[in-house]
């Protein structure tokens, strides 16, 4: 091979890197243009499931009430002993919740389940990988 035969294909292989790096730019940029986009949506879903479970809050709140209100007119009970008998219902039902919810949460998990989960929270948190 001759000098001008071997800088011609340093010149052909500098062109390829060169397009290959413009194409992995623009998918780059798209990809976080995606990103920003997909974060607003989450947050704008997590604030819509927060309001959600404080007016849910305030709506258990005011039943709360309303049943305390009927243990004292219909039962003829005093304000401490509806409160507590209410307080136990809670907390019965608060612990058969967790439960459930703990064996319904409970593994295996498999590692590529972890892995995605571990690329897909650190993508939407903007950390790098």
Aim: proline share 2%.
């Amino acid at each position: 091979m001759d000098n001008s035969e071997n800088s011609k294909g340093f010149r052909a292989a500098a062109r390829v890197t060169a397009l290959a790096s413009s194409i992995m730019d623009l998918h780059v940029r798209i990809a976080l243009k995606e990103v920003n986009r997909e974060r607003r949506r989450i947050i704008s879903g997590g604030l819509f499931l927060a309001l959600g479970g404080i007016l849910m809050l305030f709506t258990l709140l005011a039943l709360h009430i309303i049943i305390i209100i009927w243990f004292q007119n219909s039962l003829d009970l005093k304000i401490d002993t509806a409160l507590l008998i209410l307080a136990l219902i809670d907390v019965t039902i608060a612990g058969i919740s967790f439960r459930i919810g703990g064996h319904l949460t409970k593994g295996p998990y498999l590692p590529e389940t972890f892995e995605g989960l571990s690329k897909s929270t650190k993508a939407v948190f903007g950390k790098p990988q």
